[in-house]
């Protein structure tokens, strides 16, 4: 099966660095997916890694060493637009379905 | 850009009867996933179809059933409803999955059961 596991919560300051942390157990492996979701609303996907290293999509940045089963997503200078539950996700089963960590919740205060 | 539609939005029902929450998935993606999603949790896998066919079976109940028509939308049937059932239901759809790790969900179904 699939277990991933992430903090539940973190809490940052407008313009400071946060990092979300995830590691992963699973049967096979194909990927990390982190997705952003906003109270009551759908979650949107924010990236994807697919081989080690790092990736980069303007403020956001994720992480993958699957050496390690670990990844993480790093949020820059953080907005209070940025306060929602983040969610690390892993393709399980025959690749059909995508499994998703427990969520961390973070709050940006001014 | 077309999204996910799903409907209805928002759903009221009595324990013990049935409901039924429609999706239709962005035009050529080739898989559909049905997501449950309680108050502060992580949205649970329900069932997934690639190309019509069921694909992956998640945490879904027996009462529950779900299938994909030929014009590709699809469906999610719940029978004789629980409080329990109370929930956020997405819909999401994919092309490429696993390679691309990106699901579109469209807005999601409120379901209340009473």
Redesign the interface.
Known sequence: GQSLEQPSEVTAVEGAIVQINCTYQTSGF????WYQQHD??????LS???LDGLEETGRFSSFLSRSDSYGYLLLQELQMKDSASY?C?V?S???????????TQLTVLP | AAGVIQSPRHLIKEKRETATLKCYPIPRHD?V?WYQQGPG?????LI?F?EKMQ??K?SIPDRFSAQQFSDYHSELNMSSLELGDSA?Y?CASSLG????????????SRLTVL
């Open positions: 194909y990927g990390l997916s009551g609303g759908a979650p949107t996907f994807y890694n697919g969610f996700a393709p089963g025959s690749a059909r379905q995508l499994t998703f960590g427990s969520g | 898989t996933y949790q992580d949205p649970q896998f997934s690639y694909s992956d998640g956020l997405f999955l696993p390679n691309t790790g990106e699901l579109f969900f469209g807005e999601g």
